[in-house]
């Protein structure tokens, strides 16, 4: 095979699914990938699993599958994803079911598994709290290692049509079948970089055609509304070319890549991968025709050998209120609504841990701010971190209570409380975490 | 004049990790960018950063810099009580710079 083409069908998990669908249906794939784990959306998944142990995996998994199987089956492509989240067993059972009910059959299903680590975390220190992980007691939630490509590329050689992993590092998704198909050697460090960058640039979808990028009269980006999906015509020594489908909106540029390239990678020389240690220092950037980029200069290192590990765990609740003031003096009202909220609180609560007041449109988003514009409207927002529910709920409480006991025209009283599940991590050395598969074919029965 | 007039940036989060890049649009204005978005000058505009937990790396080829700053996101975004808990929107606060005071 001379040149792999890789497709992004989802960047997180509430992702549009109609671009994924152009892509299965007219992009000529090899693969088709979705990403759609953040750092807390397995924590939540392993809650809901706790609750129905038949579910756990990602919510949108059946009606992504549904959108997207016929034209994959139709056109030998075959799917990669971390929807898995929590429990890649049941989700890979639900995709055969959905296989099934549209009358796919002998498609191979495979669920990797391995990088739940709950059980082996206990001694590892946590980076936000300097404790070991065991002093969480029964707050810890779930521990999930970023596993690499080992049990994807394996389910992959064993014939997988389609391959669901829980938490795996993000890049590893398109890493996998780049070493599946080119036969990369695992100490081949240039290779697995590129392929990483690949992986990378590709990873959070429409990132890279244009979302999360217009600004308008500088940054104009065509057709935003239709933006399409990228993908990749990448060779075997891993040089790429990154682009999008004819008739698609959004854009491929120098600088939309330059933009994600950059993305959450800390050290540009040292992107730390379960499998390598990506260098991204001397990449370049051409434009060789509309919506076409050819990456080059990527490279890597020898792997670290250990893994990072997300820590989920239950830390107080978090309580919300927030009204809104218009109009002359809108600005004092809102700050007058602030002090009273906090001085009332002041008085009957003894439960809050941390606590912050501010106006949206003023400060909420950077409270070091020296703009005093003449603005139209205000909205207050007060939020709290508590030790309990009860003390979470006088927050939006003491909010609501500003209808009749506070400033002059506050309106549109909105309050919520929620469970806080915090996120910690620590690293863990990668002999610790042994990753498998599963495969069943569609045409078998759930057992 | 603005840093927003010459340049352009993203931010991601990682934990409590805040990953900004800023990128030049005209190869020509590089220079200026590297000179003045320097991490001490970061860690002034955003007032609450200490340059000693800022990270700056460059890019040249790409005429880009790349910031991490750590510590950045209260806690981070599981258990910030920020309403941008990402801190998406750190990028155009930093674009708000003031690059070249002459103009």
Known sequence: MSILRLGAGAGFQGDRIAPAVDLAERGKLDYLIFECLGERTIALAQQARSADPTKGYDPLLERRMRAVLPACVRNGTRIVTNMGAANPRAAAEKTRAVARELGLTGLKVAAVTGDDVVDKVGDFVLDETGKPASELGDRLVSANAYIGIDGLVAALEAGADVVICGRASDPSLFLAPLVHEFGWARDDWTRLGRGILVGHLLECAAQITGGYFADPGLKDVPDLANVGHPLAEVDSDGNAVITKLEGTGGRVSRATCIEQMLYEIHDPARYLQPDVVADFLKVNFEEIGPDRVAVTGGTGTKATGLLKVSVGYRDGWFGEGQISYAGANCVARGNLAISLVRERLAQTSGAIIEHRGELIGVNSVWPYTHQTANTAEVRMRYAARCHDAISAQAIGEEVEGLYLAGPAGGGGVTKSIREVLAIGSTLMPAYNVATTFEMKGSSHEAA | ?103
């Not at chain 2, 003045?36 to 000693?52: I, P, Q, Y």
Request: hydrophobic fraction near 45%; include cysteine.
């Open chain 2, 1 to 103: 004049m603005k840093l927003h007039d010459i340049a352009h940036a993203r931010t991601g989060d990682k934990g409590d990790i805040s990953n900004i890049s800023v990128i030049a649009y005209d190869p020509a204005h590089w220079p200026l960018i590297r000179d003045m978005v320097t991490a001490e000058r970061v860690a002034a505009h955003f007032e609450t950063f200490d340059a000693r937990d800022i990270s700056r790396y460059e890019i040249p080829q790409l005429q880009a810099l790349n910031f991490v700053i750590r510590g950045a996101l209260a806690g981070g975004v599981t258990r910030s009580l920020a309403l941008d808990a990402h801190g998406k929107c750190l990028a155009s606060v930093l674009l708000e710079m003031q690059v070249c005071s002459s103009k």
